[in-house]
């Protein structure tokens, strides 16, 4: 008795999604523009990893084109054209991204250590071996101006959007743009500005606080755009409803829209600490950069990590070049942690406990 075998059924498969033989042909085409890119650079006077870069995507277009435009015709030749064109694109704007990821952590790593997370530069000079000293009192530094800032800048940031969005009075058009105008404001002019309202006529000595102001300034139009954006989100029937339960406005702007809107509010918020959290000109400015561990906004010099990257390439040896580098790492993986916060808490659905 013989069995017969039912016939396979055929997985459903997306139209524009590639097939074997499509990525055979595409893994063809870069073997044959990488031998090309290597033999031309080899036998002319072009040289340097550039120009292999730029001879690869050139070749790989153009054969890629003639492929398409001898299998499939003029249509399907001009459409890998602009493929390629958009994948070309694509790889220049992320390939300075991993390369300054790459380049961090080759000349970062070589200073890490426990203690540059426990000690600070009280008893040490940045030209002392790596393993010495720390940026304990950076990192602290760091911390307390952010949030200082943040103290300041979120609550600012939030009612402005509320009032773009929810109010929408006489003054929106003169706020929405002094709110875009203030987003490309360079951080060297909001220090500029506290060193000459505060700092000249008032204290007249760096301190922590001048500092937390300065990224405030710098802070709330990232945080009131974000802001605003997500509160246009939340659907118009939210606040319809809250009113026909007889809430006022601000009732049910407080207890229905700004709750609804809560993940998307706190992206903001993570959005604008990593706006602010590298900037270099006002810290320097208005902070004097100690080397030892200060708590005390209102008095006395406080470090944070951009002022102790300047400082160690201003020193110059290869120990303070190794330091500095070391307080690059950190801080870049502190805004990517930030900016992942911000991506995961962005994705979530508006409104969406």
């Known amino acids: 008795m013989s069995i017969v075998e039912k016939p396979a059924t055929p997985q459903p498969r997306k139209p524009w999604a590639p097939t074997r033989v499509d990525r055979s042909k595409t893994a063809a085409i870069i073997v044959g523009a990488a031998l090309t890119s290597f033999l031309l650079v080899s036998t002319t006077p072009l040289g340097g990893k550039l120009a292999y870069a730029a001879v690869f995507f050139v070749a790989y277009l153009i054969i890629d084109f003639a492929v398409s435009l001898r299998k499939g015709g003029r249509t399907a030749a001009v459409d890998s054209f602009f493929r390629g064109i958009v994948t070309t694109a694509v790889v220049i704007a992320v390939a300075p ?11 970062g790593h070589k200073g890490l250590h426990w203690s540059l997370f426990t000690k600070d530069m009280h008893s040490n000079a940045f030209t002392d071996p790596v393993s010495q000293g720390g ?8 911390f307390l101006l952010v949030i200082v800032a943040m103290l300041i800048s979120v609550p600012i940031g939030i009612l402005t959007a509320l009032y773009l969005t929810e109010v929408r009075g006489r003054f929106t058009r003169p706020i929405e743009f002094l709110v875009q105008a203030m987003s490309g404001v360079p951080s060297i002019v909001a220090g500029l500005f506290i060193y000459a309202a505060i700092l000249v006529p008032l204290t007249k000595a760096v301190n922590g606080i001048q500092g937390s102001l300065a990224l405030a300034i710098l802070m709330i139009p990232t945080v009131a755009r974000t802001s605003q954006e997500v509160l246009k989100l939340i659907p118009e029937d ?4 809250g009113v026909a339960l007889g809430g006022t406005q601000w009732r049910s702007v407080a207890l229905v829209v700004v709750p609804a809107a809560r993940s998307g509010l706190i992206t903001a918020m993570i959005l604008g600490v990593a706006r602010v959290a590298g900037e270099t000109a006002p810290i320097l400015l208005l902070t004097g950069g100690s080397g030892t561990k200060n708590y005390n906004m209102f008095s006395g010099s406080m470090g944070s990590l951009p002022n102790y990257i300047w400082q160690g390439f201003g020193a110059g040896t290869p120990e303070s070049i ?24 962005g994705n979530r659905k508006v409104g969406k406990k």
């Open 97 to 107: 991204i991993i390369s300054i990821i790459f380049s961090v952590w080759i000349r």
């Open 135 to 142: 940026l304990a009192h950076a990192i602290i530094g760091t």
């Open 238 to 241: 939210l606040r319809e409803a």
């Open 322 to 345: 190794t330091r500095a580098w070391a307080g690059i790492l950190v801080l870049l993986v502190i805004v990517v942690i930030l900016f992942t916060a911000a991506r995961i808490l």
